[in-house]
C-alpha cells in the first residue's frame, strides 16, 4: 500500500508527505458493518488506511477535514462477481431478461481468433486457466467509474470465457494507469462456466464439447488430468534421472494453482447437480448464479452442502420485445417473481452469500438491482452485508475489506440519505483513501461512462 | 410450496407402507398369467399375490374392481429429462459423456410418462456418432430429485449408433441454407465399423495397462497409476461385461456387421434399438444373445427405414429374440400400451406376449427383471392402474406406483387442474400492468 501511494506521488506530484495527509471525515453516522451504527462519529483515513474510527476521535493536525452533518459512512461496495475492466466484457446496455436456464455473466461477442476445432479433452478446448484478471485488468475500463458512482470501491473480477476461463482477482477501482496498483488478491480461484464461448454450436464437427454432459465429462477429465499431472510431476521432482520427462501443461498448472473453483448453478436442479460435482472433484466450491435459489428445495441442498454462494443481481424478467399476448409458462413466471427473494429466504436460512453485478455497471441499474433485493425481504442491512462484509469473509479478506474497522484498507462511499434508495446522492467514495466524486448526473442507462471526477480538497487526480 | 406439500404428502404416503389393492384383473406378465386377484405392497415390495390375501392390519386398501392392473411400463429407448442436448455429437466416439451427469428431473415429459403408465425408462445419448455417451436407467418418480430418479441396481449401458446417422460427416461447404461445419470421421457405413474397432483397440491396450498396474500394486509394489481416460473407461467396462452395449441400427447388414466385431473384441450386444430389419436377421441376434427393441409401425422416414414391417416385433419374438417396443419419443411413450397392442394385428402375439413387449421383455433387455416387468412376489411394486383393458385405445390410466410410492393419480391430477390455471392467471396479472413500466425511456 505505501508502494501504491509512492507512485501516486510520483504519479501526480501532490502534497502528500511521506506520511500523506489525512482525510478526516467528522459528525457522519457511520455504518461499520462489524459493529454497531455509530451515529455521530468520525473516520480518520490515512496512506489509503482507516487511521482510526469512533465517536470520539482525535483528528489529525494535517488532515482535510469533512464536514459529515447529514452524511453516511458504509464501507466501499464490494461486487463478488464482476467483468469491471476484463477487456471485451462490456455487455451491450440492455441486459437480456426472461431466459430460464441459460447461465448468465454475459459472454462477449468479441471475436477471437478460430481455433480449429478441438478433437476430445486432449486439444483443451476453451480453456485458460491460466490466465488472471489482474494480467489482464485495463484501469481505463469506463466501467470502473460507472461503477464507483454507484458506491463500489472493489470487485472481485474474472474471466468468464470458456469452460475453466481463468482465475479471478481482487481488485480496488481505481482508474489509475497501473493496473496492479488495484490489486488485492491475485488469484482467487478458477472460473467454470458450462456454456460455450462465442457461440459457435456443437453438432458434427463443430468440436468438443457441444452438449453438456460433454461440458461436465471435460472438467471432470481436466481434473483426473490434473492430479496425475501432479503425481508425475512430484515423481520427477524427486528423481528425474531415468525418468521420462513429463510434458508441461498450462492448462493442467493453470488449474492446480487455483485454490477453489465457481460453479454455474441457477436453477434448483443445476444447484443439486453442482454440489454433487464440486464434492466429487473435491474442490472448495462457490456457486454463481442462484436464480431458484428462493426454492426450498434450494434451500436445503444448499444448507446441507454447508455451501457458499454468489447471488445475480439481473433478476430475470420478461423479455423485452416479447409478444405482449404471449403466456410464458407458469414455472417461468413463477421465477421471475420469486427470484429477487432468493437473498432473503437464503438470508433465514443461514446461507452465507454474496450479492453480484452479472453485466449491470450503470448506477442507476446496480442501484435498482439492489433495492429489488431489499423490497423482496432482505433487510437494508443484510443487503449492505451482502455487498462488503460477506463478500470479503468469502474471499477470506475480512481482515482488510467489507467494514470500517481501524486498519482496513480505506474504501468507503459517502452518503445522503440511506444507501440503495432511489432519492440518495452519493457524495464520494474513497478507493485507497483516494476520493472520487460522482458526476452530478449518472449517465442513464445505455449510455456509460463519464460518471466521476476526481476533485475535492484532496483529490488525486489519477 | 404446493409441490413440496404433495412431495410430504408422498413421503407420508411412504410411510404408511402397506397397501392392499383388490379385486382387480391382473396382467401379471409372471407365472400366474392373467387373473382376477389382489396384491399387497409393503416397504416398496409385491410382498403377495393372489386370487384372495389377506388385509394386514393398518393398510390402505384400494377396490380395484372393473379396473385392470399391470406391471409398469418399461421404455427401452427414451430422450426424456435430459438437460443441454442428448447428442455430444462433436467427435465420433463420445463414450466419456454420460446422462448420469445431465439428469434434468424437471422434465414434464416424465409426469407424461408416468400418466401413460411408464415407470421406468431407459435414458440413452442420441444417435449422431458411432459410439455415443453412458447411459442408465431411470424410475419416473417425478418430483424427486435426479439421484432419487435413478434406479439404483440396474446395470448403466453405453449407446452405440450405426447407419446414417453417424455417417453424417458435416459439410465444409454449407450449402442448402446450412451453415459449413467442420468435416468429421467417418462419412461411410465402413467407416462406423472402423471407428468402433479402432476405439475397442485402444481400450484393449487402455485394459492392458491397467491390468499391468493392477497385477503390480497385488505384488505390493507402488508403481504410478495410468491416467485414467473417461472415454476408454466405459469401453473397458463394456469388455468387462460391466455396462450394456445399446445399439441404434436400423439394417440387417449393420446389425450383422457389429455383431462380427462384438465376436472379434469379446463382448455382447445387450439391445439393437430400432432394428427395423431385425426379421431378417433375428436368428442372428438370438445365437448373439442379443435383444430388439423396435417400434410398432414407424417407417420409410429415411431411406434406411424403407424396409420396416410392422410384424418386426412378433417376428423376432417367434424366432427367440427378446423383443420390446420403445418410443424415443416423450409423446409416444405415454401410450406404448397401445403400441404393444398393434403386435396382436401384426404377427397375431397373445395378449401376454404383447404386454410384454412393454415390460417383462423391455426389463430383460435392460436387465432389471429380477426387480421389475411383472407382478409377482419379492419384485418392486411399480404398478398401474387402468380403468379399461390396458391393450385398448379407450383405457386411461388412473393410478401409477413406483416402489409403493403412489406418483399418479388422475383423480387428484383432474381436480387439482383449476387451481394451477388460477396461480397461472394471478401470476400473468401481476405481470401485466408492470411490463410497460419498467420500459426504459429511450
Known sequence: MRNLVTALLIFCGCAFGADSAAIAIRNAKIVTVSGSVIPKGTVVVRNGLIQDVGENVSIPGDAVVVDGEGMTVYPGLVDALSTWGMPGTAASGAARGGGRGATTTAAPAAATPAAPPARGPEDRPSTTSWIKAADEIQATDKRIESARSAGFTTAAVWPTRGFFAGQGSLVDLLTGEKAGEMVLVPSLGQYISLTRAGGGGGGMGGGFPSALMGMISYIRQIYLDAGHYQLVKDAYAKNPRGMQRPEYDRALEGVLESKRILLPANRWVEIDRMIHFAAELKQPAIYYGIREGFEDRSVKYLKDANATVLISMKWPEKARDQDPEAEDPYRQMLIREKAPTTPAVLKKAGIKFALYSDGLDTPRDLQRAVKKAIDNGLSREDALRALTLSPAEIYGVQDRLGSIEKGKIANLVVTKGEIFDDRTKIEFVLVDGNKFVPAPEAAPAGGRGGATAPSGPNGVKK | ?442
Open chain 2, 1 to 442: 410450496m404446493k409441490r413440496l406439500f404433495l412431495m410430504g404428502l408422498m413421503a407420508l404416503a411412504a410411510v404408511a407402507q402397506v397397501t392392499v389393492i383388490e379385486n382387480a384383473t391382473i396382467m401379471s406378465e409372471g407365472a400366474k398369467g392373467t387373473f382376477k386377484g389382489s396384491i399387497v405392497v409393503k416397504d416398496g415390495k409385491i410382498i403377495e399375490v393372489g386370487d384372495k390375501v389377506m388385509v394386514p392390519p393398518g393398510a390402505t386398501v384400494i377396490d380395484a374392481q372393473g379396473q385392470f392392473l399391470i406391471p409398469g411400463i418399461i421404455d427401452c429407448h427414451s430422450h426424456i429429462a435430459v438437460d443441454g442436448g442428448v447428442n455430444e455429437g462433436s467427435v465420433s466416439v463420445s463414450s466419456m459423456a454420460n446422462i448420469r451427469d445431465v439428469i434434468n428431473p424437471e422434465d414434464i415429459a416424465i409426469y407424461r410418462a408416468l400418466a401413460g403408465g411408464v415407470t421406468a425408462a431407459n435414458i440413452l445419448h442420441g444417435s449422431a456418432n458411432a459410439i455415443g455417451g453412458q447411459t442408465l436407467v431411470l424410475k419416473m418418480r417425478w418430483g424427486q430429485d435426479a439421484e432419487g430418479m435413478i434406479f439404483q441396481g440396474a446395470t448403466p449401458g453405453i449407446k452405440f449408433a450405426l447407419g446414417e446417422n453417424p455417417k453424417r460427416a458435416g459439410s465444409p461447404q454449407g450449402g442448402r441454407g446450412a451453415p459449413a461445419t467442420n468435416a468429421r470421421y467417418p462419412a461411410t457405413r465402413m467407416g462406423v465399423e472402423d471407428v468402433i474397432r479402432e476405439a475397442f483397440n485402444e481400450a484393449k491396450a487402455y485394459k492392458a495397462t491397467w491390468d499391468a498396474y493392477d497385477a503390480q500394486v497385488a505384488k505390493g509394489q507402488h508403481p504410478i497409476p495410468p491416467r485414467k481416460d473417461l472415454k476408454l473407461e466405459p469401453l473397458k467396462e463394456v469388455l468387462e461385461g460391466k455396462r450394456f452395449v445399446h445399439a441404434h441400427c436400423y439394417r440387417a447388414d449393420e446389425i450383422l456387421m457389429l455383431i462380427r466385431v462384438a465376436d472379434d473384441y469379446g463382448f455382447k450386444i445387450k439391445t439393437f434399438q430400432h432394428v427395423l430389419e431385425g426379421y431378417k436377421v433375428a436368428k442372428e441376434m438370438a445365437a448373439h444373445g442379443a435383444g430388439g427393441s423396435t417400434f410398432s409401425d414407424w417407417w420409410a422416414y429415411k431411406a434406411e427405414a424403407f424396409d420396416a414391417i410392422p410384424y418386426n416385433a412378433a417376428v423376432m419374438t417367434k424366432k427367440g429374440v427378446v423383443s420390446s417396443l420403445n418410443s424415443d419419443d416423450a409423446e409416444l411413450m405415454r401410450r406404448l400400451n397401445t403400441e404393444a397392442a398393434k403386435a396382436m394385428k401384426y404377427g397375431g402375439l397373445t395378449r401376454e406376449e404383447a404386454l410384454a413387449l412393454v415390460t417383462i421383455n423391455p426389463a430383460k433387455q435392460l436387465g432389471v427383471d429380477n426387480r421389475v416387468g411383472s407382478i409377482e412376489v419379492g419384485k418392486d411394486a411399480d404398478i398401474v392402474i387402468y380403468d379399461k383393458d390396458p391393450l385398448s385405445n379407450y383405457a386411461k390410466v388412473q393410478k401409477v406406483w413406483i416402489d409403493g410410492t403412489k406418483y399418479f393419480d388422475r383423480d387428484s391430477d383432474v381436480s387439482a387442474r383449476p387451481s394451477k390455471e388460477l396461480e397461472k392467471k394471478k401470476l400473468a396479472d401481476q405481470e401485466k400492468p408492470a411490463t410497460p413500466a419498467t420500459r426504459r425511456p429511450q
